[in-house]
């Protein structure tokens, strides 16, 4: 019966998290255009590294390509792909922390903590998200094989937790790489606390091999120039300096769970062989201290440090509550609440910002922010575009796309569309077909390189696509490449202008048509209107 109350706890705790983007309306949120043009791509039959290239694995559009093919691509289908994705984070850490022997009550706490810090800021699919999801399924299998009554079944366990550190690896790579080191460390301790060396050797041999599975197929198709480590033309994100300061200068909270971790190692163990010795305690802070420390480097090595590293704070209170004294206090109600109240208050922003939206709770200035608008124009939903519901976006831009509609050969389903606006399921609602042979993304030095502006600079020239959108984004001059746009300045017709959906309100995209078609199908004031 003790078994079974937290899982009914822990579920009910979940629900309400897990569910909540369901039933908003969400803002279009900056560069989810990536999550839904990869999945799209997968999921009408296009293939990584063949027809288009990118700088990592295809595994962060796994989950939403499957969704896509289940419910459709649109937008309403990202968001219930990343709904799964959250059970799958939060059935593993549970299962992670029951595997380490924590106790139940304390696995409970963990979860609400992982509830109020990452489960409630990731309503979208993004690789930086994903990957640490399936590096926390790799860790659930792994611990698994701890345990594990017989050989047969260990091997099992231990066979499933290299396919998840692999795929961990081509979603990104630096925390894939940190999952397998850290799988590797566990095991090594583990072989020489038990004297069993074959735990070691098979995840080793099995995650070779299904690396080598995953990488041999694509060599022809150029991956050794698209995949991402630190090679020309790609740079290395890595620089210890850089890994220095973002240690010294901040990570003010991961600092304090690794210093009350050491405070509590030190009170509660009188040497280190005897934590050595204590294989569940090693192992739990073993993987909390790493996590947290991953946390640390990704700031550095991600170019986006947002809410997707805050899952630490889970594994930093499991490991603290890991030394309270919970056999005294499991048939104890008021530890228990005052602990609960805590966890409420000290992890509050996540929830407050919607209680306080919802109940209009916040000041004019609170409401409206510090950050000018360089132009402000309303947001809201539209039902003419399928791909589109759920989804809010700028009048301007859903004007911009009523624009579009009306092109007379914008539905032909042989034209040529080079799409560099974050706009990318207009390839669904016009029935166009995603050039092949052209990087996934556009943004210069991590998904495109100079090879490929020449390319599409020839392409310009030579009058091969019929219709060019570009973004304009003044707040980041060197995210898509100005100089395919003075080229297309030069060579194509601007047809009209249109605000993007981003905040800072300052991003335009460009409808460049192709001149023979601008000719052939647009009058003169068609040609030159801007808005």
Known sequence: MQDKHPRSVDLAICV????????????????????????????????????FGLPMGICYWLIPALFFKVFGPTFLSLVKAQVFINLISMLSLRGILYNLKLKPYAVTLSILVFCLTYIVYNFWPWYNHSVVVYEL???????????????????????????????????KQDVGAICILLSLFLLGYRAIVEKERMPVVVYFVATLTVGLLAIV?????????????????????????????????????????????????????????????????????????CLIAQAIVTKM????????????????????????PWQRWTSQLKPA???????????????????????????????????????????????????????????????????LA?????????????????????????????????????????????????????????????????????????FYPYKVRDELQKHYTLNNTFLAPRKLEDSIIEVYINPKLAKQYLSQSDSDQTK
Not at 301 to 324: E, K, Q, R, V, W
């Open 16 to 51: 309400p998290f897990l569910v909540i983007p369901l039933f908003i309306k969400l803002p279009y949120r900056v560069n989810i255009f990536l999550s839904w043009e990869g999945a799209y791509r997968l999921s009408i039959g296009q293939i990584p590294f063949e027809d």
């Open 137 to 171: 399924v790799a860790l659930f299998f792994l611990t698994q094989s701890f345990n594990a009554e017989s050989t047969k079944s260990k091997i099992g366990w231990i066979g499933l937790a290299s396919l998840f550190s692999v795929v961990t690896f081509f979603t």
């Open 217 to 289: 197929p694509f060599i022809p198709f150029d991956f050794s120039y698209w995949f991402n480590y630190g090679q020309a033309p790609h740079s290395s994100r890595l620089d210890i300096v850089l890994l220095l300061n973002t240690f010294l200068e901040g990570s003010v909270v991961e600092k304090i769970y690794l210093a009350l971790i050491t405070i509590l190692l030190l009170f509660s163990f009188k040497s280190f062989k005897q934590f050595f010795q204590d294989k569940d305690q090693f192992t739990l802070v073993a993987i909390c201290v």
């Open 301 to 324: 090595t991600s170019p986006l440090p947002t809410d997707h590293m805050t899952y630490y704070h889970a594994f930093g209170f499991a490991c603290i509550l890991n030394f309270f």
């Open 337 to 403: 609440a005052a602990i609960l109240f805590f966890v409420m208050i000290i992890y509050s922003a996540g929830y407050w910002k919607y209680v306080a939206d919802i109940f209009h709770l916040r000041t004019k200035k609170q409401a409206t922010g510090t950050t000018p608008l360089v132009k402000s124009s309303p947001w809201k939903t539209t039902a003419n575009y399928q791909t589109l519901k759920h989804v809010m976006l700028p009048e301007s831009t859903i004007a911009g796309i009523d624009s």
């Open 406 to 478: 009306k092109l007379p050969f914008i539905r032909d389903k042989n034209l040529k569309v080079l799409n560099m606006s974050e706009i990318t399921s207009l390839a669904k609602e016009f029935g166009y077909t995603p050039l092949t042979n052209h990087p996934l993304w556009f943004h210069v030095n991590i998904g495109m390189f100079q090879r490929e502006i020449d390319q599409i600079n020839e392409r310009v020239r030579q009058g091969y696509y019929d219709v060019v959108l570009f973004e304009d984004i003044p707040s980041l001059t060197e």
